[in-house]
């Protein structure tokens, strides 16, 4: 298997425009998280899905942020308008659930706006 | 609700010498305890994880973590680091409240000197 596939690896953009991260999850996997890392706040879980319907979405930061996982193969994460505050490195992982419950991450989009 | 706290924020120890990074966790019901670590510029990747059984699991690279319930402890050792330990470890809880959302600790980083 692959493993989790985030694009792009980096994003570099000026505060205001739209920024799209898109996540492929290990197949099968029914749950979905996306994860932001800075160095101040650390790791953040943003939000997440299971069976592709949004769980949890308390950890978005601002009505900027909004989150679609259409099929169970795919999601993004949008950021609009983006500000320099909301550089920082984002994850994506997945997991089975069953027993296991351990989460596989993604390489990460380091991402800078400014 | 689930919480987790890492003693130390960086942890410096010398090649061959035992690794000891600790964690104490909150939950209200049986917890699945989780030990990551991050390389620079990567994701995150499992160590090792408890959910039942044995309370002394083994994981990759040598490293061992103990399930201590009266404690409420989970800290990761190894018997003798080597330079390519020094990384970003993370300990995680998980349980059945809340969909088995994982809450992740702030992290350790492991500094290995020659």
């Known amino acids: 298997d692959a493993g989790v596939i985030q694009s792009p690896r980096h994003e570099v953009t000026e505060m205001g425009q739209e920024v799209t991260l898109r996540c492929k999850p290990i197949s099968g996997h029914n749950s979905l998280f996306w994860y932001r890392q800075t160095m101040m706040r650390g790791l953040e879980l943003l939000i997440y899905?299971?069976?592709?319907?949004?769980?949890?979405d308390s950890g978005m930061p601002e009505d900027r942020f909004s989150a679609k996982m259409p099929n169970a193969s795919f999601s993004t994460l949008k950021i609009q308008p983006s500000e320099p505050r909301d550089s920082a490195v984002y994850f994506c992982?997945?997991?089975?659930?069953?027993?296991?419950?351990?989460?596989?991450f993604g390489p990460g989009t380091r991402l800078t706006v400014t | 609700a689930q919480s987790v706290t890492q003693l130390g924020s960086h942890v410096s120890v010398s090649e061959g010498a035992l690794v000891l990074l600790r964690c104490n966790y909150s939950?209200?019901?049986?917890?699945?305890l989780f030990w990551y670590v991050q390389y620079p510029n990567q994701g995150l990747q499992l160590l090792l994880k408890y959910t039942t059984g044995a309370t002394l699991v083994k994981g990759i690279n040598g490293f061992e973590a103990e399930f201590k319930k009266s404690e409420t402890s989970f800290h990761l050792t190894k018997p003798s680091a080597h330079m390519s330990d020094a990384a970003e470890y993370f300990c995680?809880?998980?349980?059945?409240?809340?969909?088995?959302?994982?809450?992740f600790g702030a992290g350790t980083r492991l500094f290995v000197k020659a």
């Open positions: 899905f299971n069976n592709n319907v949004p769980i949890d």
């Open positions: 992982a997945s997991r089975f659930g069953g027993t296991s419950y351990e989460q596989y």
């Open positions: 995680a809880v998980s349980d059945n409240t809340g969909g088995f959302k994982t809450i």
């Open positions: 939950s209200s019901v049986p917890p699945y």
